[in-house]
């Protein structure tokens, strides 16, 4: 079992729409929970960090944890063409430093 | 400066050939990592430095790789006798402290280097 698994993706949506995007992880003790912006060509971008259960808004981004099902996902609200990008779920586990990435979820914005 | 930087920006070599990758870290960020991103692919964690020690160097593909970091600062990641299993883009990510806590753990993406091993 992947450390890190993400919807395989791609996900499609009309400008405008909510994009959904989910993240699960297999170690129960993860505490730190990332979702990571990547343009094609170009670097992960931090977006969102969250700690703790519930929701945490950002602008037109919400990330939402649940530790309990061991599931993070990320919310894009008004969608535009712009977030047209990889969406990387990144985890952090209580047993080291390093981050686990999932394969990532590419999101097609149409105008 | 604002951001971690990374040089060269793009690097093509020949196969057998030793090339050096330089990663230079947000200021007061004491930890600093690697990673390897093959096209298509996600990212591969390799090394990790709290100041200038490396405590954990199993996430290196090969013996062939090793990397420093000196003053606490600048890291270099070298791939001798490179092969084209080699080229990937090698990404470098620098954070406050490596322990898990709100807002110090959070890694920060330089630009990346491109490899390109013919």
């Known amino acids: 079992q992947k450390e890190v698994e993400q919807n395989s993706g791609p996900l499609s949506v009309p400008e405008g729409a909510i994009a959904s995007l989910n993240c699960t992880y297999s170690?129960?003790?993860?505490?730190?929970f990332f979702w990571y912006r990547q343009y094609s060509g170009k670097s992960p971008e931090l977006i969102m960090f969250?700690?703790?259960?519930g929701d945490k808004e950002d602008g037109r981004f919400t990330a939402q944890l649940n530790k309990a099902s061991q599931y993070v996902s990320l919310l894009i609200r008004d969608s535009q063409p712009s977030d047209s990008a990889t969406y990387l779920c990144?985890?952090?586990?209580?047993?080291?430093?390093?981050?686990?990435f999932g394969a990532g979820t590419t999101v097609t914005v149409r105008a | 400066g604002a951001g971690v930087s990374q040089s060269p920006s793009n690097k093509v070599t020949e196969k057998g050939k030793d090339v050096e990758l330089r990663c230079d870290p947000i200021?007061?960020?004491?930890?600093l990592y690697w990673y390897r991103q093959s096209l298509g692919q996600g990212l591969e964690f390799l090394i990790y430095?709290?100041?200038?020690?490396?405590?954990?160097k199993s996430g290196l593909p090969s013996d062939r790789f090793s990397a420093e970091r000196t003053g606490g600062s600048v890291s270099t990641l070298t791939i001798q006798r490179t092969q084209q299993e080699d080229s990937a883009v090698y990404l470098c990510?620098?954070?406050?402290?490596?322990?898990?806590?709100?807002?110090?753990?959070?890694?920060?993406f330089g630009p990346g280097t491109r490899l390109t091993v013919l």
């Open positions: 200021s007061g960020h004491t930890a």
């Open positions: 170690d129960r003790g993860s505490q730190s």
């Open positions: 430095f709290q100041g200038n020690s490396a405590p954990d």
């Open positions: 990144a985890v952090n586990s209580p047993r080291d430093y390093k981050l686990s």
């Open positions: 990510a620098s954070s406050f402290s490596a322990t898990m806590s709100e807002s110090t753990d959070t890694q920060y």
């Open positions: 969250i700690y703790s259960n």
